[in-house]
């Protein structure tokens, strides 16, 4: 398999712009995972997909968070009027449908709003 | 998801054996034990996973305590490019919201 792919690697703005990042998955996984990573944390979910589906949202999502994967395939992942409280590492994995298949994880897009 | 409890950080030596405790005393009957690893400028990866019995695989052992409320990760034979921060997680019923902490990390002397 050729991994979990994710663009950019690193994103600078300014606040107040929007962003959007994409998450190529390994082309036969049907799950798909958002997570946050600040700095000595551990990842944080966000958002989930099945296929085309997005079937969970963590609650401490804003709603200036977006995603889809339209044909269930790539992802993107869209924050607006970014805020300095955003910076953060963005990451996501896929993993096959079978119960206790492991998450594959990209590198991770690093976000940094000035 | 139960949360877990490790070390903020351990050091060992280069070709010594390293054993990353991990408690989980709230852990329920259906939740199995996952371990991932996080090098530096990198996402996390998988290392191994386990639900009551130990295991082990080309990357490391797992060992469960009989109670289930602890695991150890073992290392047999730790190297640099084992340096890392490495997370214990309880994946139960939910679909990998997985709380997540802050992991231990592993600094190896050579």
């Known amino acids: 398999d050729t991994g979990v792919s994710q663009n950019p690697r690193h994103k600078i703005t300014k606040r107040g712009q929007n962003v959007t990042f994409r998450c190529d998955p390994i082309?036969?996984?049907?799950?798909l995972y958002w997570y946050r990573q600040t700095l000595g944390q551990g990842p944080e979910f966000l958002t989930y997909?099945?296929?085309?589906?997005?079937?969970?949202k963590s609650r401490l999502l804003s709603d200036r968070f977006s995603a889809e994967r339209p044909k269930g395939s790539f992802s993107t992942l869209e924050i607006q009027r970014t805020e300095q409280g955003d910076s953060a590492m963005y990451l996501c994995?896929?993993?096959?449908?079978?119960?206790?298949?492991?998450?594959?994880f990209g590198n991770g897009t690093r976000l940094t709003v000035t | 998801d139960a949360k877990t409890t490790q070390p903020n950080s351990m050091e060992s030596n280069e070709e010594e054996p390293v054993h990353l405790p991990c408690n989980h005393s709230?852990?329920?009957?259906?939740?199995?034990i996952h371990w991932y690893r996080q090098l530096p400028s990198q996402g996390p990866e998988y290392v191994i996973h386990?639900?009551?019995?130990?295991v082990n695989n080309r990357m490391a052992s797992l060992a469960i305590a009989e109670d289930r409320k602890s695991s150890t990760l073992i290392l047999h034979r730790a190297t640099l490019r084992d340096a890392a921060v490495y997370y214990c997680?309880?994946?139960?019923?939910?679909?990998?919201?997985?709380?997540w902490g802050a992991g231990t990390k592993l600094i190896i002397k050579p």
């Open positions: 994995a896929s993993r096959r449908e079978s119960y206790n298949s492991p998450l594959h």
């Open positions: 082309s036969e996984h049907n799950r």
């Open positions: 997909f099945q296929n085309e589906a997005q079937l969970e």
């Open positions: 709230t852990i329920s009957g259906t939740d199995y």
């Open positions: 386990g639900l009551t019995s130990n």
């Open positions: 997680i309880l994946r139960g019923d939910s679909n990998y919201q997985l709380i």
